[in-house]
Nanobody, 128 residues
């Protein structure tokens, strides 16, 4: 499976911004739809955003981040990004990237990772 390394998290105040990066080991990352997921303590992992393979022409955002977050990809750099603006305390979580199954642009993607495949993640903490 694809090995990924997430970075870019940090401790910020409400309203500030962060840009997360995900670098993959797969040289042909362009063939994978990709997604960002997050998990807060005591809660299930949830999808944040998805982007289709190749040119990334289709994207999905969960309602709570629409208008604030932007997902993008740079296939030449084997990288995935998540620009997070106007951060809120409820965005606090460990953020992960993963290849996804994303057949419909209007529905959320689902991870193709099993429990052993997730990277270390990057922590985002937003203080009130």
């Amino acid at each position: 499976h694809v090995n990924v390394v997430e970075s870019g998290g940090g401790l910020v105040q409400t309203g500030e911004s962060l840009k997360l990066s995900c670098v993959a080991s797969e040289a042909s990352l362009d063939t994978y739809s990709m997604g960002w997921f997050r998990q807060a303590p005591g809660k299930k992992r949830e999808v944040v955003s998805c982007i289709s393979r190749y040119d990334g022409s289709s994207t999905y955002y969960r309602d709570s981040v629409k208008g604030r977050f932007t997902i993008s990809r740079d296939n030449a750099k084997n990288s995935l990004y998540l620009q997070m603006n106007t951060l809120k305390p409820e965005d606090t979580a460990m953020y992960y990237c993963a290849p996804v199954f994303y057949p419909y642009a209007w529905e959320p993607c689902t991870s193709e990772f099993d429990d052993t495949a997730w990277g270390q993640g990057t922590q985002v903490t937003v203080s009130s």
